[in-house]
């Protein structure tokens, strides 16, 4: 099968393939499918957990998902990769957490908890059209956990100095992104590709920090003109924005639609 492959396309999800609504737009949704269909294989790959986005991957008729910046991991509806955090370690970010006023929220492929709820933590989710998940602070002793978020009053460089044996990625102003350290995106594309020996091209949308890893290991990386300045500069090419079908644009830039 794989020598029918084409390409491999892979797509950040939030300021990406979904409009500022979070939602995919129709035309969007059609050149995903034709991608598809052109022998080319769509992959979500998104700090979200799997669960969240099967309605997205239903819609857009997408088979293999990179989740959790690359802790989890599906390839044509098949588990690849699943890796956890120590519950010790856990419990350690928890507890730091804690003496800052900030909360954890734990990830797995099937559900979230949060440890706490504030208005920092309603307000989070509102701002990314999400509902507020459940309150348990001890998760992480009966569950895994694939990745965690520091929903933070000031995201900075702390939990880094604290936690060496964790990646910390800061996704914006109060959110910082956990997983174990050495795994990330482009990790996940690597062992993806390795895993299945898929020696073809490579190609990622995205518009955040947590898709530099990916534009480091793909052959051509598109930016959003909604992205940052860094992900613009490690670019192949700057596509529209997500509002202005920037996905479509970018997938006929290079000749795959």
């Known amino acids: 099968m794989n020598k029918q492959i084409k390409s491999l396309v892979f797509f950040d999800l939030d300021g990406t393939l979904l409009s500022s609504k979070s939602l995919v737009l129709p035309e969007v949704s059609k050149a995903i499918k034709q991608l598809k ?10 700090g979200r957990a799997a669960f969240e986005v099967r309605s997205i991957m239903t819609e857009c008729q997408i088979d293999s998902v990179i989740a959790t910046n690359g802790q989890y991991v599906e390839f044509n509806n098949n588990i690849e990769f699943n890796f956890t955090i120590p519950k010790s370690l856990c419990q350690k970010v ?87 350290r050495g795994n990330s995106k482009g990790q996940a594309i690597i062992n993806l590709i390795n895993a299945e020996h898929l020696r073809v091209p490579t190609y990622a949308f995205g518009d955040g920090n947590n898709d530099l890893t990916m534009f480091e290991v793909v052959d051509y ?22 509002d202005n079908l920037g996905i479509v644009k970018g997938l006929k830039k290079f000749h795959l639609i």
């Open 221 to 242: 990386g598109i930016a959003m003109a909604n992205g940052n300045e860094a992900i613009k500069d490690a670019s192949s090419y700057v596509t529209d924005t997500n």
């Open 37 to 46: 269909a052109n022998g080319n294989i769509p992959i979500i790959c998104t």
């Open 94 to 180: 928890l507890k730091y957490a804690k003496s800052r006023g900030d909360i954890i929220g734990f990830y797995n492929s099937r559900q979230i908890a949060i440890s706490e709820d504030q208005p920092l933590s309603r307000h989070f989710y509102q701002n990314i059209s999400a509902p507020l998940p459940k309150i348990d602070s001890n998760f992480y002793r009966a569950n895994s956990v694939n990745q965690m978020l520091v929903i933070a009053h000031h995201a900075d460089d702390k939990y880094s100095e604290q936690f060496s044996e964790l990646n910390f990625m800061i996704t914006g102003p109060h959110s910082i992104d956990t997983v174990l």
